[in-house]
Nanobody, 125 residues
Framework: QLQLVESGGGKVESGGSLRLSCVVS????????IGWFRQAPGKEREGVSC????????WHAEPVKGRFTISRDNTQNQMYLQMNTLKPEDTANYYC??????????????????WGKGTLVTVSE
């Protein structure tokens, strides 16, 4: 069983940057599709970014494309989300998750196998 712990959230002004990290405990991460999703108060869960098991394929949702970058370090069992040019509409709880080999599940942010408790990102005007 995997355990995922996010960190790096916080409060930032519009235009600022944050880097989220996710440490995974348990079996090695290198066979999983992994990703980040977010959920703002009163809104539905939204897939943000996904990365394939070897890091060769990535996906970013349209609202974050060009601003966010997902990466992974399988040797450290960690994943990251670099968030630049943050906007108030990026305010949400951000979660890291694993999706087995199901790429579509990652994009749609449904059917995750394991996920963390989230880290809060607040972007002010």
């Amino acid at each position: 069983q995997l355990q995922l712990v996010e960190s790096g959230g916080g409060k930032v002004e519009s235009g600022g940057s944050l880097r989220l990290s996710c440490v995974v405990s348990g079996p090695t991460l290198d066979s999983y599709v992994i990703g980040w999703f977010r959920q703002a108060p009163g809104k539905e869960r939204e897939g943000v970014s996904c990365i394939s098991s070897n890091g060769g394929r990535t996906w970013h949702a349209e609202p974050v494309k060009g601003r966010f970058t997902i990466s992974r370090d399988n040797t450290q069992n960690q994943m990251y989300l670099q968030m630049n040019t943050l906007k108030p509409e990026d305010t949400a709880n951000y979660y890291c998750a694993t999706y087995g080999d199901n790429w579509y599940a990652c994009e749609s942010a449904w059917g995750m196998d394991y996920w963390g408790k989230g880290t809060l990102v607040t972007v002010s005007e």
